[in-house]
């Protein structure tokens, strides 16, 4: 697996697309920084790009990354390799390098501007460890709709879908079930509502830093103990975990059963 | 007549003559108590307790104006008995002592100090340490009460007191006081003409400062930080608050300044920071916001039901998540020339003014507002979808509710 994941990663390090993404980070990190003159400005809008680029980009990068390498997969297939090492070994070399490029991307203009003398080191590397959390997860989960599609077209069209579903039309719905409801108690669903969308989790994961005292302002208890303690902290980190490790699997279950 | 002049010659002669001091101290000292001292004493004595820890209370100063002065590590240990001093009189000076211990009841407000129709008073340098009630003045005028450091160590409201706790008090001086873990900071009730300032008020389990049915006062550059609820001012007119600093007011039901039922109040040069909720207003009339700055609040300012004629001009709304939540109607409200850091407009003309209006309200801060759960959306990209809907046409936030002229720049003071 090792070896597989050291080929995808340095086959990805040479393409212009990583090149093109850290690039991207790079740049967007130097703007925002000239712009706003202020770290912790500057970490805020960074969440929003974060929170809704870093998912896209994991998706396409996944989909793309698969279909364009089923030649060699299948070769490789052929040799006495466990399936599983192929996928995974696939799958981590993908969200490695994004990874990288993220984190180096980003990390540069922020480390030059003063990071470590500043205190908005801790938000600011949050932020950085749920990017990571998200390419994982969105990576993963485009391995999954590409294995379960042999149609490129198709299975592009499926993972933007997914994107657009959980980047903007997930809000939308539960919004709306949100105000249908609002007779009703709805501190848990809304919680859990939270729960079950990785980018909603980052976001209240990174809300619990920055915008603590609108969080602060609702009443129930159940909110309160949430936010108001670590426990929401620890509970969303679990769930992320959960995200990533639920995908993996079924990358792993299904190119077992996989016909090539 | 003669008898007139007798008395008046017997009054004058009783005033030079009792120009005395009256040293108390545990040994080689004419007074062994403080309480001995003070019943031995004349009207306009001087009473100088040396150092040491006295274990006294329920001093009494009846009808006697008395300046006691403590040196430096004087210390009264009411153990648990009552109050410290309890007065009535005029012209009263206490100065330089540290009371501790005072008794918690659920029936009595036992405080360190306790005035009662007290005039011209001076309490300045006292230190009160487990307190239940710090100072507790009653129907009193014209007193100071100057650099004392007041703590306590309750764990509910309903087993603590406040620290300076007014009563149908007039013309007072509350300066450079230190106030902590107690309920109320500071508490005026029918209290007028007061004057509050550079005082310190932190860690309060109830509010940092309170009004309530008191007129005419003025407080400023007092700092208000972590108090359970901030600053209360309720059902009293004529209030000043000037250049005060209220900071990380944090909680459910938690704020910078909680304005309930207030006319014609003027707020100038204050600044907000990190708390809940800014300005909690809730049926106030013509009041004037001018100059102050709002930093990183959860909301900016908070405006619920029946207010009118308020003007908020000139302020400065930084990085809140809310700049500003509206209930009813705008009524005669308004909103002129302030600095909003969420404004996206432009300025081609350049004299400073932005060409396009600011809405403050947003659509989710409305939303928000009907079903409080939605908070967990805070930030989201379908909001900010909404959020830029709504602005270009509005249909559910009020569409007088504008800033005409938003500033460029942040305003200056």
């Known amino acids: 697996m090792l070896k597989i994941l050291k080929y995808s990663f340095f086959d990805l390090m040479r393409s212009s697309w990583s090149y093109v993404y850290f690039a991207f980070y790079l740049l967007l990190g130097i703007v925002l920084l000239f712009l706003n003159n202020d770290l912790s400005k500057a970490v805020i809008t960074l969440m929003n790009v974060i ?174 103990q949430f936010f108001g303690t670590s426990f929401g902290l620890i509970t969303s980190f679990i769930m992320l975990t959960v995200w990533v490790v639920l995908p993996i699997f079924r990358i792993v279950f299904k190119s077992k059963k996989k016909d090539f | 007549m003669k008898i007139q002049l007798g008395i008046l010659l017997l009054l004058i002669s009783t005033c030079f003559a009792s120009a005395q001091t009256l040293t108390v101290c545990k040994a080689d000292c004419d007074y062994k108590t403080i309480q001995g001292a003070i019943d031995s004493s004349q009207s306009g004595d001087r009473i100088f307790i040396k150092k040491g820890l006295y274990k006294e209370s329920n001093l009494i100063i009846y009808k006697k104006s008395l300046h006691i002065t403590g040196e430096e590590g004087t210390i009264i240990d009411t153990q648990q008995n009552g109050y410290g001093f309890s007065v009535e009189a005029t012209d009263i000076i206490i100065k330089n002592l540290t009371i501790k211990n005072i008794e918690v009841s659920y029936t009595k407000e036992y405080a360190a100090v306790l005035l009662f129709k007290s005039y011209d008073f001076l309490i300045e340098n006292i230190t009160v340490e487990n307190a239940f009630f710090g100072f507790l003045i009653q129907k009193s005028k014209d007193g100071i009460i100057h650099n004392n450091t007041i703590s306590g160590e309750g764990l509910a409201e309903a087993d603590s007191g406040n620290a300076i706790h007014l009563w149908h008090c007039e013309h007072i001086k509350i300066t450079n006081n230190d106030v902590r873990r107690m309920r109320d900071g500071i508490y005026l009730e029918f209290g007028s003409n007061s004057y509050i300032s550079n005082n310190y008020s932190t860690e309060n389990m109830r509010y940092g400062l309170h009004f309530m049915f008191s007129n005419d006062n003025t407080y400023e550059n007092n700092t208000f930080k972590a108090n359970g609820a901030g600053v209360a001012v309720m059902f009293s007119k004529k209030i000043k608050m000037y250049n005060n600093i209220f900071k990380k007011n944090w909680g459910t039901a938690s704020y910078g300044i909680l304005l309930k039922e207030i006319n014609d109040a003027e707020l100038k040069h204050n600044i907000f920071e990190d708390n809940t909720i800014g300005i909690n207003a809730d049926g106030t009339n013509r009041i004037t916001y001018i100059e102050n700055t709002f930093k990183n609040n959860g909301y900016a300012i908070k405006v619920h039901g029946a207010c009118y004629d308020n003007i908020y001009s000139k302020n400065n709304f930084l990085y809140n998540s809310f700049d500003l939540s509206y209930s009813g109607n705008l009524n005669s409200n308004k909103f002129e020339n302030n600095y909003w850091s969420n404004y996206t407009g432009y300025d081609l003309d350049k004299d400073g003014i932005g060409d396009i209006p600011y809405r403050p309200v947003k659509l989710f801060s409305y939303l928000v507002n009907r079903t409080p759960e939605s908070i967990v959306l805070l930030r989201s990209l379908f909001i900010d979808i909404i959020d830029f809907s709504e602005k270009v046409s509005p249909v559910f936030t009020p569409e007088n509710l504008i800033d005409n002229q938003p500033l460029m720049t942040q305003v200056t003071w």
């Open chain 1, 51 to 224: 929170i809704v680029l870093v998912p896209l980009i994991g998706t396409i990068f996944g989909v793309m990354y698969y279909y364009n390498s089923k030649e060699f997969t299948e070769l490789l297939l052929a040799q006495p390799l466990k399936r599983s090492s192929i996928f995974l070994g696939q799958f981590l070399g993908v969200a490695i390098s994004l990874s990288m490029s993220l984190i180096i991307g980003l990390g540069i203009p922020f480390m030059a501007y003063g990071l470590f003398k500043s205190n908005a080191i801790w938000d600011f590397s949050l932020l950085l460890v749920v990017g990571v959390f998200l390419t994982f997860i969105f990576s993963a989960l485009a391995f999954n709709i590409a294995l379960s599609n042999e149609n490129k077209i198709k299975g592009f069209g499926y993972a933007i879908l997914m994107w657009l579903f959980l980047a903007i039309i997930y809000d939308g719905l539960f919004l709306m079930s949100l105000i249908l409801f609002e007779d009703y108690p709805l501190d848990k669903v809304s919680l859990i509502g939270t729960m079950l969308n990785p980018i909603d989790l980052s976001r209240t994961l990174i809300l619990l830093k920055l915008d603590i005292s609108a969080l602060l302002g609702y009443t129930g208890a159940v909110f309160k």
